[in-house]
Structures are given as structure tokens and as C-alpha cells.
């Protein structure tokens, strides 16, 4: 049973667009998720912009990874380490705590990810 960043069971982060390394609506983490895909945040303009300029573009769909492209207010698992990232730029979009893997603990505070709480 997979816990989230307080301790609890996770919770779904998206099923549209369907988010998660394994594409089940979760952020989820396993042995081939070396980007570790376990922040569910909610995008915003000035993150997918700063992801983009990172040379990470969010918005361009890619159907053949089954990536939609993601818009403004679209939830998404997020790498642990770009949401870091972008925190330590200005730029962290807010999360879903309930809905973010314990592994993010590995790599942002629980004290980070509270900062920027949407739930």
C-alpha cells in the first residue's frame, strides 16, 4: 500500500489528463521511474514556462508516450527533483499532499511541500 507525504494511504491525483509514471491516475513510484514522478501538483502558466525554459516542454502533446500536453490548472505527477527545482527558483506550483508519493520526501521537505499546499 503506497503512502503519501503525511503518512496516509495516496490518494488519485488525475484521471484527465491520466497522470502518473504508470499512467493509473497515481504518482506512483517503481524500479524504472528514474525521473521518480511522485509530486502531484497543479500546473500553472509560470511553471509550464519555467519547466519549458529548464528544456522540459509540458504543453506539446506526445501521444506516444500517452502524454496529452498539459494546460494551466491540469494536475499532474511531477518529478521530485523538478519540483524542487522549481521551488528554489520561485516557480514551485502547489501540491496535492494526499496525493504525493513519501518517496518526494527524499528529495523536498515535508515543510516545502506544505508551504505550497492545495488540499
Same mark, same amino acid.
Given at each position: ?6 503518512? @496516509? =494511504? /495516496? =490518494? ?5 489528463? /491520466? ?6 491516475? *497515481? +504518482?506512483?513510484?517503481? !524500479? @524504472?521511474?528514474? @525521473?521518480?514522478?511522485?509530486? +502531484? ?5 509560470? *511553471? $509550464? ?9 509540458? !504543453? ?12 494551466? @490548472? ?10 524542487? =527545482? ?10 496535492? $499532499? ?13 515543510? =516545502? ?7
Amino acid at each position: 500500500m503506497a503512502r503519501n507525504v503525511l503518512g @496516509g =494511504e /495516496l =490518494e488519485p491525483c488525475c484521471y484527465e489528463p /491520466l497522470t502518473g509514471f504508470y499512467r493509473d491516475g *497515481f +504518482c506512483h513510484t517503481g !524500479t @524504472g521511474d528514474f @525521473g521518480v514522478h511522485t509530486v +502531484c501538483a497543479v500546473m500553472t502558466a509560470e *511553471f $509550464l514556462e519555467f519547466s519549458l525554459a529548464q528544456g522540459n516542454d509540458l !504543453t506539446t502533446p506526445r501521444p506516444q508516450y500517452e502524454f496529452p500536453g498539459l494546460n494551466p @490548472g491540469d494536475r499532474w505527477c511531477l518529478c521530485a527533483s523538478r519540483w524542487k =527545482e522549481a521551488y528554489d527558483a520561485g516557480k514551485a506550483p502547489q501540491v496535492l $499532499l494526499n496525493s504525493t508519493h513519501a518517496s518526494s520526501l527524499e528529495f523536498i521537505s515535508l515543510e =516545502e511541500l506544505q508551504s505550497h499546499a492545495a488540499d
